[in-house]
């Protein structure tokens, strides 16, 4: 199992304090630490390798864990924000540290981005961000993203829904194939009824091709947008009742 821990006496090679990721092997006991600086000596100041996140992380294809951290030492060329939260991927094996959060062009993404998930073979990622510059203008925007490690292409997942609030919520769950993305995602006081204000689950079939919303309804209906290749499936939380509506996806 993998998990987060500040403490000093797991190994022998964490004097700083520094809340890193740890390896436990239950069947031998040894525990190993995982999170270090790109540089290769100790992290510079404790307060900005905070690796976030609570409890046990799980270990996808046997090889890859995903965090997300203010950390500015994991990767070259992040800058000195610690406020900006970037997502990564660890590979165990070899102790190296993936930049998922990446702009279009390939340099560190503006805002970063936070919550993150991956299918089980590995192949997709998805994580939120509030950066501009994740895709390039005119999709640009603070949203929800999917991306494919294999050829490089990434979607935004929650184009429908405009651009994403600031405190983000997310939660997100890919499924194992990469191709179903489920996600929380909260509207602002400005948003018309019935949203306004409201912390909404949804479940997303990844298409590929993004498309403008169709114009919020006054009440959520049980009808169907038809749409070829994606849905969009709106959960009320608690109520015990569930009503569908279909949107174009990317």
């Given at each position: 199992m993998v998990f987060d821990s500040c403490s000093s006496n797991l190994t022998d090679d964490n004097p700083q304090?520094?809340?890193?990721?740890?390896?436990?092997?239950?069947?031998?006991?040894?525990?190993?630490?995982?999170?270090?600086?790109?540089h290769g000596g100790e992290f510079s100041y404790r307060w900005v390798?905070?690796?976030?996140?609570v409890g046990a992380r799980r270990i996808i294809a046997d090889r890859y864990v995903t965090f997300?951290?203010?950390?500015?030492?994991?990767?070259?060329?992040?800058g000195s924000d610690s406020y900006n939260y970037n997502s990564y991927l660890l590979d165990i094996r070899d102790g190296s540290i993936e930049l998922v959060s990446r702009a279009w062009d390939g340099s560190p993404a503006?805002?970063?981005?936070?919550n993150?998930?991956?299918s089980a073979?590995?192949?997709?990622?998805?994580?939120?961000?509030?950066?501009?510059?994740?895709?390039?203008?005119?999709e640009a925007t603070p949203a929800i993203y999917v991306k494919d490690r294999w050829t490089g292409e990434v979607v935004n997942a929650s184009a429908p829904l405009g651009a994403m609030h600031p405190s983000i919520v997310a939660n997100l769950d890919l499924s194992d194939d990469g191709s179903t993305l489920a996600f929380a995602w909260r509207y602002p006081e400005t948003a018309p009824a019935p949203y306004t204000g409201r912390t909404l689950v949804y479940t997303v079939s990844i298409g590929s091709t993004p498309t403008e919303p169709p114009a919020p309804e006054p009440v959520p209906s049980m009808g169907a947008i038809a749409r070829t290749?994606?849905?969009?499936?709106?959960?009320f939380a608690g109520l015990g009742w569930l009503r569908s509506r279909r949107f174009r996806v990317s």
């Open positions: 304090q520094v809340s890193n990721l740890f390896i436990h092997d239950r069947l031998t006991g040894e525990k190993r630490r995982l999170t270090r600086p790109w390798a905070y690796v976030f996140g997300f951290s203010n950390g500015t030492e994991f990767v070259e060329g992040i503006a805002r970063g981005g936070t993150i998930d991956m073979d590995g192949r997709y990622i998805a994580f939120a961000s509030l950066s501009p510059d994740i895709l390039p203008s005119p290749g994606a849905a969009i499936v709106l959960l």
